[in-house]
Nanobody, 125 residues
């Protein structure tokens, strides 16, 4: 299983970015997909999850209303649309996959079996 994240970059506060994570070597539709982020000196933080079908999502309060996770199972890709970005959103963003055909939405990094390489998002003030 390989996950390839892309779409990071340097933006100004208030701007938007869309991250993408393409999966290969896997039956994508059986996996719950999530995004996490990690800033220097901080622990990895959950930022959003979508279930296998795309029907259910969950976000922490820190990004709720600004970030949207979605997936296209035909393209084996999960997205993270990030709007109204803040300097505190700066981090390396990782996508992750958990084999999970239930509607349970996992927020803990330890539940995820596969990880992408990360893409850097920097938000300047």
């Amino acid at each position: 299983v390989q996950l390839q994240a892309s779409g990071g970059g340097l933006v100004q506060a208030g701007d938007s970015l869309r991250l993408a994570c393409a999966a290969s070597g896997v039956t994508f539709s059986i996996y719950g997909m999530a995004w996490f982020r990690q800033a220097p000196g901080k622990e990895r933080e959950f930022v959003g999850v979508v279930n296998w079908s795309g029907a259910s999502t969950y976000y922490p309060d820190s990004v709720k209303g600004r970030f949207t996770i979605s997936r296209d199972n035909a393209k084996n890709t999960v997205y993270l649309q990030m709007n109204s970005l803040k300097p505190e959103d700066s981090a390396v963003y990782y996508c992750a996959a958990e084999e999970n055909r239930s509607n349970r939405l996992s927020t803990k990094a330890g539940r995820y079996h596969y990880w992408g390489q990360g893409t850097l998002v920097t938000v300047s003030s």
